[in-house]
């Protein structure tokens, strides 16, 4: 799909119900509007191709929908829906609808389930920036389900969030070739602009029935963002995200299910706040490595390298760890745990390798998912070493479980 369209995921959507944020105005509020009338008469598309039914937004052939007005700085929030074989995308920042694909940037939608897209390269897939940034995972639903998009604009920054999975972060300006990405993948010839040269304000608009396969658009939203935040990207989907209340609460995000309890699988915590808690640095304020024993959502955050972090039980008592549960943090799913060792040490000097994963991933923001212990032992102290992440400069997440049998 060869779409133009900047786009600011936000994972944060999730904290109105966490309870650790507070809730972002919703966007029927008055500074969010539809992005296009029911009747489509702030619309610019060839006649009887696009319409509206029950709410739904889609089209009957492969010509694409523009709106009328040209947007600078803003986010755009919609659900989308796919069929089997569906190519569509989001356009924005289009200074020519009748040349399009080399005057835009489109965040492609795909469905990633059907065997031509699944075999494409990573940058046609669902949730990239269509030939140019692949997605950094792929969370689209199956054809027939809705999803949620949410992108912003702001400047020549864009990024892309995809059911509550930021999947795409692009830099305009370092796109200064029209033959090769910045990792040295190529681009496809009829994107012959480099993304650098194009403008940072255009129209939006969506592709519609490609290659014979549909798509349906609802609940599509626009908020314009005043240009003196175009260099505040992180400030930008903090403030903006809309709140998951109201009709768009059927779209989950992500999988909130907070800390759970292992308690009915047999086991029992053995890391309370009572024991001692040391890690490879402070972390930043407020996000402190006792967050992560401290049985609630609240992060360990920390901008290193690798991450460790250790917990020794009071009065040099042992324990056997025979499995053990991380929980994901509110946000940056960039920032999750990917590979890691956890370890285990009587004298806090000599460890000993418990448990060693690799290729790891997490589901959604403060997800908790269980591992278990093959062979386990007793010990004092427990280290978990994180040496690769899903591919943020910072480490996180909100709690380590330290479980033994009951």
């Known amino acids: 799909m060869k779409t133009m369209i900047a786009a600011l995921l936000v994972p944060l959507v999730l904290l109105g119900?966490?309870?650790?944020?507070?809730?972002?105005?919703?966007?029927?509020?008055?500074?969010?509007?539809?992005?296009?009338?029911?009747?489509?008469?702030?619309?610019?598309?060839?006649?009887?191709?696009?319409?509206?039914e029950n709410g739904v937004l889609t089209a009957s052939k492969d010509k694409c929908i523009w709106t009328q007005q040209e947007y600078r700085s803003f986010v755009v929030d919609l659900e989308f829906k796919t069929a089997p074989g569906t190519n569509s995308g989001v356009i924005v920042y289009c200074s020519d609808p009748k040349k399009w694909i080399p005057n835009s940037v489109e965040v492609q939608i795909a469905d990633d389930y059907a065997a031509k897209w699944?075999?494409?390269?990573?940058?046609?897939?669902?949730?990239?920036?269509?030939?140019?940034?692949?997605?950094?995972?792929?969370?689209?639903?199956?054809?027939?389900?809705?999803?949620?998009?949410?992108v912003t604009c702001v400047g020549q920054k864009i990024t892309v969030g995809l059911n509550g999975v930021e999947t795409t972060v692009m830099d305009m300006s370092k796109w200064t070739s029209a033959k090769q990405?910045?990792?040295?993948?190529?681009?496809?010839?009829?994107?012959?602009?480099?993304?650098?040269?194009?403008?940072?304000?255009?129209?939006?608009?969506?592709?519609?029935?490609?290659?014979?396969?549909?798509?349906?658009?609802?609940?599509?939203?626009?908020?314009?963002?005043?240009?003196?935040?175009v260099?505040?990207?992180?400030?930008?989907?903090?403030?903006?995200?809309?709140?998951?209340?109201?009709?768009?609460?059927e779209i989950s995000p992500g999988a909130a299910s907070g800390i759970t309890d292992f308690g009915s699988k047999g086991y029992r915590n053995t890391a309370t706040p009572k024991g001692k808690t040391t890690a490879v640095a402070p972390g930043f304020p407020k996000e402190g490595p006792e967050n992560a024993f401290d049985g609630k959502l609240k992060k360990y955050c920390v901008k290193t390298k690798e991450m460790w972090i250790q917990y020794a039980y009071t009065a040099g008592a042992a324990h056997t760890v025979s499995a053990y549960a991380i929980t994901t943090a509110n946000d940056y799913p960039t920032r999750d745990p990917k590979e890691w060792e956890l370890l285990g040490s009587n004298d806090g000097e000599t460890w000993t390798v418990v448990d060693k994963r690799e290729g790891e991933r997490f589901k959604g923001r403060h997800t908790t998912r269980l591992f278990k212990v093959a062979n386990p032992a007793a010990y004092t102290t427990y280290r978990l070493h994180v040496s690769v992440n899903c591919g943020d400069i910072s480490h996180q997440f909100s709690e380590l479980q330290l479980l033994e049998t009951k």
């Open 17 to 52: 119900q966490t309870g650790t944020a507070a809730e972002a105005v919703h966007p029927d509020s008055s500074d969010w509007r539809p992005l296009f009338a029911e009747d489509l008469s702030d619309a610019e598309c060839p006649a009887d191709v696009w319409s509206f």
């Open 231 to 249: 260099e505040d990207v992180a400030g930008v989907w903090r403030k903006h995200v809309p709140s998951p209340s109201g009709r768009w609460g």
């Open 181 to 229: 990405n910045p990792d040295g993948s190529a681009i496809p010839p009829w994107l012959n602009k480099p993304k650098a040269e194009l403008p940072t304000r255009g129209r939006i608009g969506f592709q519609g029935k490609h290659a014979g396969a549909p798509i349906y658009f609802r609940n599509i939203r626009v908020k314009e963002l005043p240009d003196k935040m």
């Open 118 to 150: 699944a075999k494409a390269a990573p940058s046609w897939r669902c949730g990239a920036i269509f030939g140019h940034l692949p997605a950094r995972e792929s969370v689209v639903k199956k054809p027939g389900e809705w999803n949620r998009y949410t």
